[in-house]
C-alpha cells in the first residue's frame, strides 16, 4: 500500500528558531495536507495543497507541494511554546474514493 | 456550528465485551472516516463511509469489526469480543466531499484490560 515517510521523526528546538520537516512518498499524490496533533486531542488540519509547486502560508507556518507531487514540507517560523506536539502530514492519490494516508509524524518540542 | 463529536472520549473494556463509539460529523457533512492511532504512531485508515453506505472498508480487521452510518443518527464503529490489542485510540473524521479536507473528533481511547 501506499507509506508516506515523514522526517524527521522528532525535534528539540530553542524558542524563536525556525522549524522544518517533510513528508515524501514512493507514488504520486494529488493532494497534501498537514495536522497537527496536541496530547490527547484529535488532528487539527493547518494547511492544505492541490496543486503541484504550491506554497502556502498559515500565519507563520509555510508549507510546499513538491514539483514532482512525490513530496511536501511544512515550515514553521519562530517557534513558540505552543508550537510543541506532533505534525502529521497526510497524502491522496485520487480525487475520488481514496483514502488519506498519514505519515508517522513529526514530534516537536520548544525548549523556552 | 459545532465540530465532530465522538463518544465515548474514554472506554473501558474487559477483553470479550463490546465496545462501541460513536460519531456525529459536523452539520452538512455526509462523509465519515475512522482511523485508529497506537501510541507514538501515525493515523491509519480503517474504514469510509458515506450515508447508509460503506465505500472502503480496507483497513478494517476482517473479523470482529464493524461499522456504519445509518440514515438517521450517529455513526457507530462496533468491536465484538474486545482483546488487549484493540486498546487504541480511535478517530472519526467527516468531510462535505469525498475526500479532502478532512476534520477530526477528539477520538475515543478504548483501554481493554
Known amino acids: 500500500g501506499q507509506q508516506l515517510n515523514q522526517s524527521p521523526q522528532s525535534m528539540f528546538i530553542q524558542e524563536g528558531e525556525d522549524v522544518s520537516m517533510n513528508c515524501t512518498s514512493s507514488?504520486?499524490?494529488?493532494?497534501w495536507l498537514w495536522y497537527k496533533q496536541d496530547p490527547g486531542e484529535g488532528p487539527v488540519l493547518l494547511i492544505a495543497?492541490?496543486?503541484?509547486?504550491e506554497l502556502t502560508s498559515n500565519g507563520r507556518l509555510t508549507a510546499q507541494f513538491g514539483i514532482t507531487r512525490k513530496d511536501s514540507f511544512l515550515n514553521i517560523s519562530a517557534s513558540i511554546p505552543s508550537d510543541v506536539g506532533i505534525y502529521f502530514c497526510?497524502?491522496?492519490?485520487?480525487?475520488?474514493?481514496?483514502?488519506?494516508?498519514f505519515g508517522k509524524g513529526t514530534r516537536l518540542s520548544v525548549i523556552a | 456550528n459545532a465540530g465532530v463529536m465522538q463518544n465515548p472520549r474514554h472506554l473501558v473494556r474487559r477483553r470479550g465485551q463490546e465496545a462501541r463509539l460513536r460519531c456525529s460529523p459536523m452539520?452538512?457533512?455526509?462523509?465519515v472516516y475512522w482511523y485508529r492511532q497506537l501510541p507514538e504512531e501515525g493515523l491509519k485508515f480503517m474504514v469510509y463511509?458515506?450515508?447508509?453506505?460503506?465505500?472502503?472498508e480496507s483497513g478494517m480487521p476482517k473479523e470482529r469489526f464493524s461499522a456504519e452510518f445509518p440514515k438517521e443518527g450517529p455513526s457507530i464503529l462496533r468491536i465484538q469480543q474486545v482483546v488487549r490489542g484493540d486498546s487504541a485510540a480511535y478517530f472519526c473524521?467527516?468531510?462535505?466531499?469525498?475526500?479532502?479536507?478532512?476534520?477530526f473528533g477528539e477520538g475515543s481511547r478504548l483501554t481493554v484490560l
Open positions: 473524521a467527516s468531510s462535505p466531499v469525498p475526500i479532502g479536507e478532512l476534520f
Open positions: 507514488s504520486i499524490f494529488n493532494t
Open positions: 495543497l492541490y496543486k503541484a509547486g
Open positions: 497526510a497524502g491522496s492519490s485520487d480525487s475520488g474514493n481514496t483514502p488519506l494516508v
Open positions: 452539520k452538512g457533512h455526509s462523509h
Open positions: 463511509l458515506q450515508k447508509e453506505n460503506i465505500i472502503d
